[in-house]
């Protein structure tokens, strides 16, 4: 894995011919000690409609792409050393498994469908992951501990020898312009929220972000 510095949620995500092949969306890494493992990316070209397996599994058009793929990282771009048709292969992040129908909810939708109606059947929303692993997403909420304060959100990731150093947050209120949050103070996460220890003094020492 190369050595990266930053992972802006929202980059440009460029394959290994130059072109644009998605927006990063977000990383995965271990909900313990935080090591990225992957990115989500919304593909440049739709995948919706797609289907995995059975007829029932409805998609969206975010892939997940393993962090060993990723050739380099700036403020600007992640450069990949895949192609796009690649790309487009690796697998889906998100996908909708329908709910089994009661006979009383497909009475319901063929009389929906009957009249024009039918609206989006209920599904249960799958996340490719394996247990063990969150997602990071961009606006994600940093909390103070468990005191139900919100510090920010989370702007993007930074990167050191593989390693989850710190997030960039987004104010909320305790400060005037973004600043970083050693991944240290950072005690648990999961997929809503990071959840900050610091105590007064620690929150007026956090260094702003200097965005490049």
């Not at 600007?76 to 009383?104: C, F, H, K, N, W």
């Not at 103070?185 to 972000?209: N, Q, T, V």
Request: overall charge negative; hydrophobic content about 40%.
């Amino acid at each position: 894995m190369p050595e990266l510095s930053d992972l802006r949620l929202g980059a440009a995500v460029v394959d290994s011919d130059g072109q644009k092949a998605g927006t990063l969306v977000s990383v995965i890494v271990d909900e313990k000690g935080f090591e990225p493992r992957a990115l989500v990316v919304k593909d440049e070209v739709t995948l919706a409609g797609r289907l995995l397996s059975a007829e029932k599994l409805f998609t969206t058009d975010e892939v997940v792409i393993p962090i060993t793929a990723v050739e380099s990282a700036t403020h600007d771009a992640v450069r990949l050393s895949m192609s796009g048709a690649d790309i487009r292969r690796q697998p889906l992040y998100l996908s909708y498994r329908r709910e089994p129908l009661t006979p009383e909810d497909a009475v319901v939708e063929e009389g929906e469908l009957l009249t024009g109606g039918l609206g989006l059947p209920k599904a249960e929303e799958i996340a490719n992951k394996p247990e063990g692993e969150i997602e990071i997403d961009s606006g994600e909420n940093v909390m103070l501990g468990t005191t139900g304060r919100r510090l920010g959100t989370v702007r993007e990731l930074l990167i050191d020898h593989g390693k989850l150093a710190g997030v960039v947050i987004k104010p909320d209120g305790f400060f005037r312009r973004d600043v970083v949050l050693p991944i240290s103070f950072i005690e648990r996460a999961d997929d809503m929220a990071l959840f900050a220890h610091l105590d007064e003094s620690d929150i007026e020492h956090l260094k702003p972000f200097v965005d490049l």
